[in-house]
């Protein structure tokens, strides 16, 4: 790795925007980095910026993207780095009530599913975390 830091694509407080330097963050032990090779603005991050949707000032927005696997957590199985990657928008647990009853998008509770900017920070930066990657991440043939 030849820099420590990357950036990243943020909303310092409602009505702004600015990219930033942000730490490469470090997969945990389910977890995957993806590097990003394409994402996308959707309309909740526009809705977030203006304010409906409350998250943390400097959060990283975004929850659409591409990539190749960067790095990859202790317990991760079935993905290797350098591998093309998608990844959802809603990154459940899958070892909640909801999410063994089905309901995965309600993980932990209603809209639960959606983590990225709302728990998490998103990926509309260089590199990006999936949580529970063994089930929120699939091989991907984009280029």
Request: with cysteine.
């Amino acid at each position: 790795m030849s820099s420590s830091t990357m950036k990243a694509f943020v909303m310092p407080e409602v009505g702004k925007t600015a990219v930033v330097d942000k730490p490469i963050p470090d997969p945990g032990p389910d977890d995957v980095i993806v590097k990003t090779t394409h994402a996308l603005i959707c309309t909740s991050d526009v809705h977030t910026v203006a304010g409906v949707l409350p998250v943390n000032p400097g959060v990283t927005l975004g929850h659409e993207a591409l990539g190749v696997v960067y790095a990859t957590g202790s317990n991760v199985t079935g993905f290797v780095e350098g591998q093309r990657v998608a990844v959802n928008a809603i990154t459940p647990c899958f070892q909640c009530r909801y999410c063994q009853t089905g309901y995965t998008s309600q993980c932990g509770g209603p809209l639960g599913g959606y983590k990225y900017t709302a728990v998490n920070d998103g990926n509309l930066a260089e590199y990006f975390v999936v949580p529970h990657a063994m089930a929120n991440l699939a091989p991907s043939p984009m280029r």
